[in-house]
C-alpha cells in the first residue's frame, strides 16, 4: 500500500540551530514530493516540491528539502531555526500516472522552536 | 492570502443534520479538493473535482457527496452527521487536473454536539 510516513509526532530545536523534519514514502513509480505548513488556526501553505532534477529543493522561509531516492526519503530541513518556524508540518506524496489523482499526506510533525 | 475561500468560518450542529460547506477556488483554477482533519485521523483526501466532473475519491463517506458547480466554486454536503465527523474541512485548489501545488483554503470547523 501508498504510503507516507513522518516517523517524529513533534520535533524540538533551540532558535538559531539547524532543523530536520524527517519523511519517508512507500510509493511506486517516481512520485511528486511536497512539503506543506500549516499555522494554528490557518490551511496548510505549500512550502516545496519536487518533481525532478536536483535532489535539493529550496523552497519558501529559508526551507530545502532532500530527495534520497535509494532511501525513499525528503526529510525538510533549513539552516537555522526560527521562533517564528513553530508549526505543524506535512509531507505529501502525490503517486504518479494516477489518472485522477490523490495526495497522500503524512501525519504531520510538530515543530517547536525555542527562544 | 492563498485566494481560497471557504465559509463557514466555523459551524456547529446536532447529531443526524445536515450541513453545506461551500468553497471558491482561486481565480482559475479548475481542481478543487476536500480534505478533513481531525485529530485522531489527520489529513484525509475526500474527493476531487476537475472542471465539474467528479475525478478522484478518496475516504468519503457515504453520507458525504461534493458537487463543483459551472462556476468553480465547489460544496461539499455532509448528512445525517455524527459527534466522530466533528473536524476541519478543507478546500484546496489547483490549476490543472493532475496538479502539482496545492493551495488550501482557511477551512471550516464542523462542530457536532
Known amino acids: 500500500a501508498q504510503s507516507v510516513a513522518q516517523p517524529e509526532d513533534q520535533v524540538n530545536v533551540a532558535e538559531g540551530n539547524p532543523l530536520t523534519v524527517k519523511c519517508t514514502y512507500s510509493?511506486?513509480?517516481?512520485?511528486?514530493l511536497f512539503w506543506y505548513v500549516q499555522y494554528p488556526n490557518r490551511g496548510l501553505q505549500f512550502l516545496l516540491k519536487?518533481?525532478?532534477?536536483?535532489?535539493l529543493v529550496k523552497g519558501s522561509y529559508g526551507f530545502e528539502a532532500e530527495f534520497n531516492k535509494s532511501q525513499t526519503s525528503f526529510h525538510l530541513k533549513k539552516p537555522s531555526a526560527l521562533v517564528s518556524d513553530s508549526a505543524l508540518y506535512f509531507c505529501a506524496v502525490r503517486p504518479p500516472n494516477t489518472g485522477g489523482f490523490k495526495t497522500i499526506f503524512g501525519a504531520g510533525t510538530r515543530l517547536f522552536v525555542k527562544a | 492570502d492563498s485566494g481560497v475561500t471557504q465559509t463557514p468560518k466555523h459551524l456547529i450542529t446536532a447529531t443526524g443534520q445536515r450541513v453545506t460547506l461551500r468553497c471558491s477556488p482561486r481565480?482559475?483554477?479548475?481542481?478543487v479538493y476536500w480534505y478533513q482533519q481531525s485529530l485522531d485521523q489527520g489529513l484525509q483526501f475526500l474527493i476531487q473535482?476537475?472542471?465539474?466532473?467528479?475525478?478522484a475519491k478518496g475516504n468519503i463517506l457515504e453520507r458525504f457527496s461534493a458537487q463543483q458547480f459551472p462556476d468553480l466554486h465547489s460544496e461539499l454536503n455532509l448528512s445525517s452527521l455524527e459527534l466522530g465527523d466533528s473536524a476541519l474541512y478543507f478546500c484546496?485548489?489547483?490549476?490543472?487536473?493532475?496538479?502539482?501545488?496545492?493551495?488550501f483554503g482557511p477551512g471550516t470547523r464542523l462542530t457536532v454536539l
Open positions: 484546496a485548489s489547483s490549476v490543472e487536473l493532475a496538479g502539482d501545488t496545492q493551495y
Open positions: 481565480s482559475g483554477d479548475l481542481s
Open positions: 519536487y518533481i525532478t532534477g536536483d535532489n
Open positions: 473535482y476537475y472542471n465539474g466532473e467528479e475525478r
Open positions: 510509493v511506486s513509480g517516481n512520485p511528486y
